[in-house]
């Protein structure tokens, strides 16, 4: 027997001093109130209701029974409301500042279809893992080396000359003796692949080509790389859809394969599989992934 609804179905009747009117009031049929009540009765050994035709009144056993009855109906109702408060709640979830607007709100507009409330908030990967650690967001995606991450976004170089065909080999940016004195060109990281999986491993390539140490360079922020890169000849280390984004033309990197890792963080594991639970080419997007 279902006791919260034979209850809301017993409060009904007793208010409305009706099995018909009573039984409207909670949106079931008059027999199928009948049948919970009766089986109340059953399942305490005594009448809550003295019935006629046309009415429902309580017996003493029902007085006795009526309050704590009201009090589970009202309580059953704060919870399935706390249950819709709870879900519509935000979610706050640390994202890549490389994330465009878009792919950000698809995200949110899928999360949504999931009973998901996401509120995003944008940052570079050192803050993004502080803010998982700390518990200041429910989950993060933070940078992990690729063969760690669960998404795997590879980078090249784009610069705003091309089409280009092929990749671009690193050694090509060496200056001879006859063109010291000319300007070197730069690779410039930005924020979200300085880190050591990927910047320490641009760094060595440069090194053992003997490139100058000025002509990899990291900028203070995604808008500041690019803009070296949009007027002059220097070139961005990027995804592929950033590329896209800004207007720019992609190539992958000759001399080694460098990727973007990502993984979730969160302090509490049943919000890490939360995020981990949501479609996997929404996330891809908001990564940086190219569509399939």
Request: charged content about 25%; proline content about 5%.
């Amino acid at each position: 027997m279902d006791v919260l609804a034979a209850c809301k179905a017993f409060v009904a009747v007793s208010r409305h001093g009706s099995f018909t009117v009573g039984a409207a009031a909670v949106g079931i049929p008059q027999s199928v109130a009948s049948r919970r009540i009766a089986a109340l009765e059953r399942h305490y050994g005594a009448r809550l209701l003295e019935r006629t035709s046309r009415s429902a009144t309580l017996t003493a056993f029902g007085k006795e029974m009526l309050p704590p009855a009201r009090r589970l109906v009202e309580l059953a109702t704060t919870l399935e409301q706390e249950a819709e408060r709870a879900k519509l709640r935000p979610f706050r979830v640390a994202v890549p500042t490389t994330s465009t607007a878009l792919a950000l709100a698809q995200f949110v507009a899928d999360a949504h279809h999931c009973q998901l409330n996401l509120d995003l908030y944008q940052a570079d990967p050192t803050e993004r893992a502080e803010l998982a650690r700390t518990g200041e967001v429910r989950a993060a995606f933070i940078a992990v080396a690729p063969d760690q991450g669960m998404w795997r976004v590879p980078l090249g170089v784009a610069d705003s000359s091309g089409p280009h065909f092929g990749p671009l080999y690193l050694e090509t940016l060496r200056t001879g003796r006859a063109d010291r004195r000319s300007r070197r060109r730069r690779v410039w990281i930005q924020p979200e692949d300085d880190v050591p999986h990927i910047r320490d491993r641009l760094t060595r390539t440069r090194d053992a080509l003997g490139l100058l140490p000025a002509q990899v360079a990291i900028g203070t922020s995604l808008v500041a790389a690019t803009a070296e890169v949009l007027g002059t000849d220097d070139l961005l280390l990027c995804a592929h859809s950033q590329a896209v984004e800004f207007g720019l033309h992609w190539r992958p990197i000759g001399e080694l394969e460098l990727s973007r890792g990502y993984a979730v963080a969160a302090a509490q594991r049943e919000d890490a599989e939360r995020i981990g639970s949501l479609p996997s080419a929404t996330i891809a997007r908001c990564l940086g992934l190219p569509n399939n």
